[in-house]
């Protein structure tokens, strides 16, 4: 019985291990057919003849070059040989001078004669040719020998006369070359160096952008900090609500800060007093609305005069902002003339101005939002106290609704315009309903005071998002920039940056979840608040290893954009790939050569740097 | 006065750590909590500030229920408790300046804070403290590179930064060895008896109970099994608390 079992099973392993070894055959064949595996194409002789060519260029980059002095000698020679077979021998009226003799004297087509150089440079290089037709000076000419003179300037060589026969002299030119001067710099090496740099910053502008934004989304997706936010379902409905409501708020305002703001934009003076005045306008009115200790629960009339105050703090920090950057934008402008060379530095506070004033309203929408939302939340979190259980169920209901409503009715504003569907009584009522649905069937289901884990909602979220966007590769998010904001170097800071940001989220967040959980729980424990606990017990813990990732991902970076110019993203890709393109072997050789060079000494600047912070 | 009633915390996985606790502790009074490793004493501690939500029953501190806290009177609540951990819960990589100011957290504003601005009154008192427990000169150094003493001195001090009416000490010696461990009990002592603040503490050796409690509550699998003055563990209540197969040392 036993026995048979073991058969039994043996037998099957043997079937088993056979279609198994089938099924890696079959797979492994089809892979060779679709990839085209061919070892007959690398023996063809044509490839390999291209193949030589390819490798001799690659070594040999066009970098350096001499500057040459030419040596040119034309001496006539008739083919065929003239009647009479009488041939003018020509005699040089000056023996110092370079000269050419040949023998026989003159030739039939189809010949080979000797060719015998006098006085060249010594040990350089050159061409001897045969020019067809009577005029020693075209540019036309036959052949490819090449000669090389000995210590003398003295060489001898042979050349075959080609078919072309003519009563009158007819020509043999020898051009010998020689290199003068130091070696110079050729024009691919410029370009190639000017396109590194840019390269260099490409990833350097990336990397910042992306790390700047990636801190605070690790927080959002680390587990351990988000475990513990749990809020009503109440103060949930009302901080969703709180963000649109804040944006669009809070852009009307900036909006309006810099119509105002606008006017006083062009005297450089005024900007000037305006930008120094409103910070410290804005720092004094919020110090007042934010004492640093307070004992007592301030009165109600105290807080609002504080939200007041807080608020135009707000206004007159938008208006210096504002006014900073007409002051970077004027300045940079008026300097930028003056500066000659350094006319980039100008150029550098006119952008940037540019940027400030470009980002205010977005940052400031999302700020305003922010705070809106969080008031909100407050607002919520105190009314789930003061209120009964049935009222408290009831304005879940009532805040849940509309939340739930506005939230996909936003989302079914975006599917519209993404697919032009043309169908608002779906995209927008329909999504409400839903929305609608949704919130009040959580209303109804949950109990009425409990706090809900909102924390891993978020963090569920924005772990999905991170995932997917960092699954795009950097090239493609390339080729969309180049679309949106043109072929060129800000299409691939973009790219890298998006990429960067979604990459470092995901790796910091994991940081964040694995710091020591003590000093978490002491620091939470004196009473610290939610962002107090991060700056105090989580930040300093994470402060290594954020930077050797964001080293890391400088590295990565100067890689990714070496190559991010092959869809447009500026950088050295581009020149590299036209080189290619064009055959220019020697050319792309020196650019593989730079970056080969910047990124080897970025492993080594970034390990070093690693290795002393860490 | 603290009254913990009917307390019973059931972890996320099912583990019943606490079982209907009740006890009472005066203000005032040092309270130590005994019992095996494994027996809820770190859960119990946790329960009273809420660094454990627990599952069921009340705690009510001067009259204020701490279960029923919102977010924002919990930070009220939590200033006014110090904690001291067994594995002191420093943060390493800063200074130990830093490490006692942070115990001012639920006082200062928290948007000043952020920037790493304490006011100068804390500093100064930050100082005193330091000195307090006999290690001023070190207030500059990275808390990571002072010994085991010193870091948990440096908790001590945090503690005291928040100007407490009570102090939850989790095991506060128990990775000390014997001569640290009543230095550090000493301070305890000190500001329970000079300052009058209430101090839970649990402990796993016998004699530092004797020394240093008024009285002593013991939990076993999560349940009180003895409440009373240390001097009345007697061979008998020390087989309940510890088990019939404990024996006695010290
Ligand atoms: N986070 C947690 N999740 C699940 N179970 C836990 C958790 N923390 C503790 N426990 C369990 O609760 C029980 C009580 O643990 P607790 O840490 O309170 O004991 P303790 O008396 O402090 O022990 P020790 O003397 O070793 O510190 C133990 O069975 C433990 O396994
Ligand atoms: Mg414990």
Redesign the interface.
């Known amino acids: 019985m036993k026995s048979t079992t073991t058969k039994n099973t043996s037998l099957w392993k043997s079937v088993r291990l056979g279609a198994t070894i089938l099924l890696v055959f079959v797979v492994y064949a089809y892979g060779f057919e679709i990839t085209q595996v061919n070892l007959d194409e690398l023996r063809s002789p044509q490839r390999q003849e291209s193949l030589v060519r390819v490798t001799r260029a690659l070594f040999q980059p066009d970098l350096f070059t001499y500057k040459q002095d030419e040596s040119v000698v034309n001496t006539p020679i008739y083919v065929p040989c003239p009647e009479g077979g009488s041939v003018p021998a020509p005699t040089p009226e000056d023996r110092s001078a370079p000269y050419l003799v040949f023998s026989p004297g003159c030739a039939n087509p189809g010949d080979t004669i000797q060719v015998e150089g006098f006085n060249f440079y010594p040990n350089a290089e050159g061409a001897l040719r045969f020019i067809p037709g009577n005029d020693p000076t075209t540019k036309l000419a036959l052949g490819s020998d090449t000669v090389a003179t000995d210590a003398e300037g003295h060489f001898v060589a042979t050349l075959k006369i080609p078919d072309r026969q003519s009563p009158q002299a007819q020509y043999v030119r020898a051009t010998l070359r020689r290199n003068t001067g130091l070696p110079q710099l050729t024009d691919t090496a410029r370009d190639t160096w000017e396109k590194i740099v840019e390269t260099v910053f490409l990833a350097l502008l990336a990397t910042t952008l992306g790390t700047i934004l990636a801190i605070p989304l690790s927080f959002i997706a680390a587990r351990n900090l988000m475990k513990s936010v749990k809020s009503p379902l109440g103060s949930i409905s009302l901080s969703i609500l709180g963000w649109p409501v804040g944006i669009v708020g809070g852009y009307f305002v900036v909006d309006q800060v810099s119509a105002f703001s606008a006017p006083l934009a062009e005297n450089i003076y005024l900007n000037l007093l305006g930008g120094a005045l409103a910070p410290v306008a804005a720092m004094l009115a919020a110090r007042w609305a934010l004492p640093e200790m307070e004992t007592q629960t301030p009165g109600v009339p105290l807080r609002i005069a504080r939200l007041a105050s807080l608020f135009l703090a707000a206004l007159v920090g938008f208006f210096g902002l504002y006014q900073v950057a007409s002051l970077m934008v004027n300045l940079g402008a008026l300097i930028g003339d003056r500066l000659g060379s350094f006319e980039f530095l100008g150029n550098f506070m006119v952008q940037s101005g540019d940027i400030i004033r470009t980002i205010t309203p977005v940052v400031g929408s999302l700020a305003v939002g922010g705070a809106v939302s969080s008031f909100f939340s407050r607002l919520g979190q105190r009314g789930t106290e003061k209120l009964t259980k049935s009222q408290v169920k009831l304005m879940n209901l009532v805040l849940a609704t509309t939340a739930g409503a506005v939230v996909l009715a936003l989302l079914g504003q975006a599917i519209e315009w993404l697919y032009e569907l043309n169908r608002p009584d779906i995209t927008r009522w329909g999504m409400s309903l839903v929305g609608a649905a949704a919130g009040a069937l959580l209303a109804l289901f949950t109990e009425a005071k409990t706090s809900l884990p909102i924390g891993l909602a978020v963090y569920t979220v924005t772990r999905t998002i991170l995932n997917t966007l960092r699954s795009i590769e950097a090239l493609v998010m390339a080729i969309v920039f180049v679309i949106a904001v043109g072929i060129g170097p800000f299409a691939g800071v973009m790219a890298l940056g998006l990429h960067t940001i979604v990459s470092l989220a995901k790796l910091y967040s994991e940081q964040v979840e694995s710091i020591l959980p003590g000093p978490l729980e002491a620091i939470e424990a004196t009473g610290a608040n939610r962002l107090q606990t991060i700056v105090y017990a989580v930040i300093p813990q994470i402060i290594p290893p954020y930077i050797s990732y964001t080293m890391y991902r400088w590295d990565i970076n100067v890689r990714m954009s070496t190559i991010i110019g092959f869809v447009g993203g500026g950088g050295i890709g581009f020149l590299l790939q036209q080189n290619i393109n064009l055959l220019n072997y020697r050319a792309a050789s020196a650019q593989m050569l730079a970056i080969a060079i910047v990124v080897a000494t970025m492993d080594y600047i970034s390990s070093t740097l690693r290795e002393r912070y860490v | 006065m603290l009254e913990v009633k009917n307390l019973t915390k059931v972890y996320d996985g099912g583990v019943q750590a606490l079982t209907d606790i009740s006890f009472t502790v005066p203000s005032g009074q040092f309270l130590a909590v005994i019992g095996l490793s494994g027996s809820g004493k770190s859960t119990l501690l946790r329960c009273i500030?809420r660094?454990i939500e627990p599952t069921a029953g009340q705690i009510i501190w001067n009259g204020v229920d701490i279960t029923a806290a919102?977010?924002?009177e919990?930070?009220?609540?939590?200033?006014r408790?110090?904690?001291v951990?067994q594995?002191?819960?420093?943060?390493?990589?800063?200074k130990v300046i830093?490490n006692v100011l942070?115990?001012?957290?639920?006082?200062?504003?928290?948007?000043?804070?952020?920037l790493?601005?304490f006011?100068d009154q804390d500093v100064k008192n930050a100082m005193r403290q330091l000195a307090r427990v006999g290690i001023a000169d070190k207030a500059n150094m990275r808390a990571d590179e002072l010994s085991g003493g010193q870091q948990q001195r440096v908790?001590i001090a945090?503690a005291l930064?928040?100007d407490p009416e009570m102090i939850l000490a989790d095991e506060p010696v128990a990775s000390l060895d014997p001569v640290l461990a009543h230095s550090i009990m000493k301070h305890l002592e000190e500001i329970n008896k000079k300052d009058g603040v209430t101090v839970l503490c649990s402990l796993h050796f016998l004699d530092l109970v004797h020394r240093y409690a008024d009285r002593v509550i013991a939990l076993n699998e999560g349940r009180l099994v003895f409440e009373g003055l240390p001097s009345e563990i007697d061979d008998e209540k020390f087989k309940d608390i510890y088990g019939r197969e404990a024996e006695r040392v010290g």
């Open positions: 500030n660094l919102s977010p924002d919990m930070r009220r609540i939590r200033r408790i110090g904690m951990f594995h002191f819960n420093l943060v390493h990589r800063s830093t942070a115990g001012r957290l639920g006082y200062i504003n928290p948007a000043w804070s952020l790493n601005r006011p908790g945090r930064m928040q």
